[in-house]
């Protein structure tokens, strides 16, 4: 029987502080899984620190790890997305550098890939340590709208750590589509994915690498790709301003016809047309944006570019 093989598909960003820990660690754990041939890709997201001297060293003396050096910082999904194509074996799983998601859990992940009937694995946090109160309260709130908004169900509090066998992996590889939201993609691929719940860990060092511009552009891209709810605010947007409208002018018939009082404020024109333009400002903006996604897919570019692979 051959071993069953795993990749650790670890995206980084600037992470020169804790790189070696990391690999320590996931290393060390490693060492206690039995029967499994275990390597790990790095992906050095155009890191302009010294990450990528730490990786290549890393690598010139262990063969198991491999590298894909990026040719500039292309984002966190795009890493990822490079992690997965570059896999070809039995199972992968996607950690953070910062190991806030613990590579202990390998084992019992395993453990339950393997006396299970499943092909994908999502890691639920029951907590997140030592996150500020401001990205504990928008990443509820995302993971909530995401969960009313998305046409594919996609799991509360889990982040793209995760456990992929084969068959998922294979599918991804094929999906056309850019800007990829992997947490969605995977969930939308289907087959048994079943949940494992954990304990979030603080960063290990260094700050975080989402600030709030790159969150929000996570966001609005996790929404603008999984859902098209949005746009039917424009219509519900449009039917709620057209009552007001209707409300509006039977008021003012009324006061024409019945109380003898003529309308003599143009303070409440300008107020319903101020109120119309907003209204018509923010569908446009809407659809804009689905219009620049469809812009940014027709262009077919690929998700990142890669600089040179190590140990491959
Ligand atoms: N990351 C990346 N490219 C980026 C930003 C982040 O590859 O442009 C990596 C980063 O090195 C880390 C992971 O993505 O391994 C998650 O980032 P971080 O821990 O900063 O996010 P948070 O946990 O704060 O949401
Ligand atoms: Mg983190």
């Keep these: 029987m051959t071993k069953q093989s795993l990749t650790v598909i670890i995206p980084c960003y600037n992470e020169e ?20 041939d275990a390597s790990i890709i790095f992906i050095n997201d155009g890191s302009s620190d010294k990450t990528a001297d730490k990786l290549n060293n890393i690598a010139s003396q262990d063969v198991t790890v491999k590298l894909i050096h990026f040719s500039r910082n292309f984002g966190h999904q795009a890493a990822v997305t490079a992690g997965i194509n570059n896999t070809e074996s039995d199972i992968a799983i996607i950690i953070d550098a910062d190991l806030q998601d613990p590579p202990e859990l390998f084992n019992d992940m395993i453990a339950l890939y393997n006396a299970s009937n499943c092909n994908a694995i999502y890691c639920v946090r029951k907590t997140r340590k030592g996150e500020t109160f401001f990205k504990k309260i928008t990443a509820k709130y995302f993971y909530k709208l995401m969960d009313r908004l998305s046409e594919v169900p996609i799991p509360l509090d889990t982040g793209d750590f995760r456990l992929i066998d084969n068959k998922i992996i294979n599918e991804f590889k094929n999906l056309g589509e850019k800007n990829k939201f992997v947490r969605g993609l995977i969930s939308w691929i289907g087959f048994v994915q079943i949940p494992f719940y954990y304990e979030r860990d603080e960063r290990l060092a260094g700050e975080t690498k989402y600030p709030f511009k790159k969150m929000i552009r996570f966001a609005l891209n996790g929404i603008l790709y999984f859902s098209k709810k949005p746009l039917k605010l424009a219509i519900q947007l449009g039917l709620i301003s057209t009552f007001i409208a209707m409300a509006l002018l039977f008021y003012i018939l009324y006061g024409y016809f019945f109380s003898g009082q003529t309308v003599t404020g143009w303070a409440s024109t300008l107020t319903i047309v101020v109120f119309f333009g907003g209204i018509q400002l923010l569908t446009i903006g809407l659809v804009a944006q689905y219009i620049a996604n469809i812009f940014d897919e027709v262009k077919g570019r690929p998700d990142y570019i890669i600089a040179n692979k190590v140990n491959f």
């Design 17 to 36: 502080i804790l790189i070696d820990k990391t690999y320590l660690r996931v290393k060390a754990v490693f060492n206690t899984l039995k029967d499994i």
